[in-house]
């Protein structure tokens, strides 16, 4: 969503310099990274706009996806702010029907010092927000809402310093396409390389094992955004794809008994440091939640590391010859499916593609 930022001191000079190594894009003034003082910062929610209910726990939850990263930094969130205001040297989340975007983060720096001494983070209340995680009422799974919290993460990467990325899988792109899902779920989160940003702006925990699988994939660019795609079902040579069709909001792609494929799926490290030859296993299922329940149809392994390009990558595995014609099914994937990583999400390991078959 849109950002606006404000110079305290002098100096109205941004400059953009090109991302070497990596793709998150960190507030700049002058070529001066703009970061907080602190790593712990606090953020106010209006009292009118966020009373106690769904909408503050929405507002909260997304605080706390962001806290779950393997940075140092921290938000804090108080309740009930009385009076909120641009440029009044106090962070705080409203409503409002007058803007010309979903949402909008404001923020201010001292450009030269580096520092951000205010960030507001402002929903426009006329665009059809749900708080749901209920995926099929997303704009992401065929629905009509957007999901508050995929722009909530958004706009709150903004507020620690990230600015729009276009050219990798990421919040700081297209937020709405930007979740996990297993079963009838969809969640919001920070995502790989938005984590990675702020890692580079507030240091390490080196304390957060967080291994991930998503259905989403990076596409190409739409102005500063990044677009995504769900990840699809390769020929075995992996040369084509094959032919799917939309099935109420999502792929579903048409296999034959017995056929050769590969499996494109998103492999992640949301956490401290790189994880190697981690186990996954592939499987067969009726229904759209991903279990180790299910039928068990292949294993492979990843490495995965933070700092390092995001990986969707093609597993080779076999439609059982015993499935039924016409029926739907879905391939499914879990990461560390024996649970050998205690980690600070486990309920982000598992995503599916849908079939049908022939
Ligand atoms: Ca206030
Ligand atoms: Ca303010
Ligand atoms: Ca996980
Ligand atoms: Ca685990
Ligand atoms: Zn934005």
């Not at 749900?130 to 065929?142: A, C, F, I, Q, V």
């Not at 937020?175 to 009838?184: I, P």
Request: overall charge neutral; some cysteine; proline content about 4%.
């Amino acid at each position: 969503m849109k950002i606006k930022h404000f110079v305290l001191l002098s100096l109205l000079v941004t400059v953009c310099s090109p991302a070497v190594g990596h793709s998150y894009e960190k507030i700049k003034c002058a070529g001066i990274t703009q970061k907080w003082g602190s790593n712990s910062v606090q953020m106010r929610a209006s009292g009118t706009g966020f009373p106690a209910g769904p909408w503050r726990n929405a507002l909260t939850e997304s605080i706390n996806l962001w806290n779950q990263n393997p940075s140092k930094f921290t938000f804090t969130l108080s309740y009930n702010e009385p009076g909120v205001g641009k440029g009044n040297f106090q962070n705080e989340v409203w409503w409002t029907d007058n803007l010309n975007a979903p949402a909008v983060a404001y923020y201010w720096y001292t450009c030269l010092t580096g520092h951000l001494v205010e960030a507001d983070v402002v929903f426009r209340n006329t665009t059809p927000y749900h708080y749901t995680h209920n995926k099929k009422t997303l704009s992401g799974y065929g629905g009509g809402s957007r999901s508050f919290q995929t722009v909530a993460v958004h706009e709150l990467g903004h507020a620690l310093g990230l600015k729009h990325v276009s050219y990798t899988y990421n919040a700081m792109g297209s937020d709405s396409t930007h979740m996990h899902a297993n079963g009838s779920t969809a969640y919001a989160y920070p995502g790989e390389d938005a984590s990675n940003g702020a890692v580079d702006l507030y240091g390490n925990d080196n304390n957060t094992n967080d291994v991930a699988i998503a259905h989403w994939r990076w596409t190409g660019s739409s102005g500063e955004y990044s677009t995504h795609a769900r990840t699809r079902v390769w020929n075995s040579a992996g040369t084509s794809v094959v032919s799917s069709f939309n099935d109420a909001g999502e792929p579903r792609y048409r296999v034959n008994k017995g056929q050769p494929i590969r499996l494109e799926m998103s492999y992640e490290n949301l956490g401290s440091g790189c994880k190697n030859n981690v186990p996954v296993k592939y499987y067969i299922s009726t229904n759209d939640l991903i279990t180790t329940w299910d039928r068990h149809i292949g294993t492979g392994s990843v490495s995965v590391c933070r700092n390092t390009v995001y990986t969707t990558k093609n597993t080779t595995l076999t439609i059982p010859n015993d499935l039924t014609s016409g029926a739907n099914y879905h391939i499914g994937a879990i990461i560390d499916p024996d649970n050998a990583i205690a980690e600070s999400n486990e309920a982000n390991n598992s995503s599916y593609v849908g079939i049908r078959i022939n």
